[in-house]
C-alpha cells in the first residue's frame, strides 16, 4: 500500500473519510491524495456553454480553496509525522475518475465517506456513489460511515465463504492488521454446521498463510446476513472485511443498496477487497 485515494465533497461524511485515510497513511507510510470532481454539465447552446464554463472556473476555485484548507488542517493534525498529502480536481464522473486513477496512476486504496441508511439528499448521493465505485473499482476500497469515531482498528472480521480464493484477500487484511496490531477473525456463517468442510478450509488457509496464528469462528444461522450482523455486534467489531465475487458468499448482500448495508451498525467501515 503505497498511494491513498480519498475522494471528497466537503460533506462531513468525506471529511471523516479523510481522517480515516489520513491514519493509514501515517501507519504504512503511503501518500494521500484528496480528489475533487467537478460534474461537466450538459450544454446544448454555444451560449450555455459560456456560462457553463464560468460557473465550472468559480466551482474549481471554490473547490481550490477549500482543498488547500483541508491538506494544511490534516497536516498539522499529524504535524508529529509528516504525511505526503497532496489533491487533486477532475472534470468527469466521480466513478470515471477513480477508475482512471486507480488504473494508471498506481492508487492502491480508495477511502470514502457513506452515511447509513437515511433519506436526506446528501445521504443518498453519498451512498449511491460508494456503491458504484464499490461495484465498478477494482482497487480495494473502505467505505468510512459518518459516525464511525476514528480510532485505530483493534478487532477485524473477515467474512469468508471457505473459497479458495480467501486466501490472498485474506493476507491483504492480515498485513493491513498488522499495522495497527489489531485481530483478526475468519467468520464464516451458514445455515447449517458443517464441521469437515470447516475443518477442511482451515487446514487449507493455514497452509496457504503459514507465518500467521489465524482464528476461525463459525456461526449457525438460519439467515447468514442476520448471523453475520448479530456476530459482529456482539463481538464489537471494529472492522469488516469481504471479499467481493462474481457470485456467493454475502453476494446478495452487497448487492443491495449500500446505505441499507450500513444501517445495521452504523458506525462499522466496511473493507472491499475485489477477486
Known sequence: MNKILCPTDFSRAATNAVEYAALIAEKTGASLTILHVLHLPMLDTTEAAMAAGDVLSDHRRQATDKLHALVQFV?????????????LIRESLLTDA?????RHQGYTLVVMGTTGGSNTLEEILMGSNTEAVIQNVKTPVLAVPLKSTLAEF?????????QPEDAAALQEVLQFAHLFGAQVEIVHVSTE???AKARE?????RQALPDYQLQFQEVVHPDEVTGMKDYLTR?????????KKR?????????QSFSEQLTYQSKLPLLIIHE
Open 154 to 162: 483493534q478487532h477485524i472480521v473477515f467474512a469468508s465463504d471457505y
Open 201 to 205: 478450509y482451515q487446514h487449507k488457509l
Open 235 to 243: 463481538r464489537n467489531a471494529d472492522l469488516l472485511a469481504i471479499l
Open 75 to 87: 497536516s498539522e493534525k499529524h504535524q508529529n509525522k509528516p504525511l505526503q498529502i497532496d489533491y
Open 247 to 255: 457470485r456467493g458468499f454475502f453476494h446478495h448482500l452487497l448487492s
Open 193 to 195: 454446521e458443517n464441521t
Open 98 to 102: 477513480i477508475q482512471e486513477l486507480t
